[in-house]
């Protein structure tokens, strides 16, 4: 099991506060913490990260043993991060949406990739079959609610091989884990009551996180073992 802490925009423009963030991500469990790039980044806005900050973030991620990835939502932001070797990339749904040409250029570095199907209709038909990939089954609504989860994989299988959740609670990311998700991609959180971003609300917080983890890797051992 793979479990992605996506930060995202939820250090609030504070940028030390991603120093925390990336601590409780590495105690609740999660294996990735994820950060965004070319996504209202502009020089007052509230996401301007630039290399030395994207170099700090190397630093505290490396000192608490967590894999470090960003979602690049524009080719300044590509160029950017590939001075940094990195592993993995994570491409967003809207990327697949809006820049299908910026996602072809990430998938051909030929580096692991995380795809979002959250804005891509046709899961039946997906924009590409190269074997670094791995998509996520996503809604996106934020938050997204029961009636938005239409579609929901039954049997969670190659190439959907994991699920990046926006819904309120820990719930439905256990019930991908007990459909064969093999990657789970949660918002996170250190306080839910803010809203800067929307997004704090459908997080999960350190607790939540590490319940989330803990019964995940539960459930899926349980389900290797045939019950």
């Known amino acids: 099991m793979i479990f992605i802490s996506e930060v995202g ?14 601590r409780q991500s590495k105690l609740s469990g999660a294996n990735i913490v994820k950060f965004q790039l070319g996504w209202r980044d502009g020089k007052d806005e509230i996401n301007n990260i630039d290399y030395a900050k ?40 809207r990327t697949l949406k809006e820049d299908l040409n910026l996602a072809k250029l990430i998938v051909n570095l030929n580096i692991e990739t995380f795809m979002s199907l959250g804005m891509w209709d046709d899961k039946e038909n997906l924009p590409f079959t190269e074997k670094n990939i791995k998509y996520l089954w996503c809604k996106s609504e934020y938050p997204t609610f029961i009636e938005h989860l239409k579609g929901f994989p039954k049997n969670f299988k190659t190439p959907i091989v994991g699920y990046s959740d926006h819904c309120i609670g820990i719930e439905t990311c256990l019930i991908a884990i007990s459909r064969g998700a093999k990657i789970i991609e949660k918002h ?28 995940g890797i539960d459930i899926e051992k349980k389900i290797n073992l045939g019950v």
């Open 188 to 215: 996170f959180t250190l306080d839910k009551s803010e809203n800067i971003i929307r997004d704090h609300a459908l997080s999960a917080t350190p607790e939540e996180f590490r319940q989330l983890v803990n019964l």
């Open 54 to 93: 994207i170099s700090q973030l190397y630093k505290w991620a490396n000192y608490f043993e967590i894999d470090l990835m960003f979602s690049v939502l524009k080719k300044e932001s590509l160029d950017l991060i590939k001075k940094f070797e990195p592993n993995r990339i994570k491409v967003a749904s």
């Open 9 to 22: 925009m939820n250090y609030n423009n504070n940028f030390n506060l991603c120093y925390e963030l990336i």
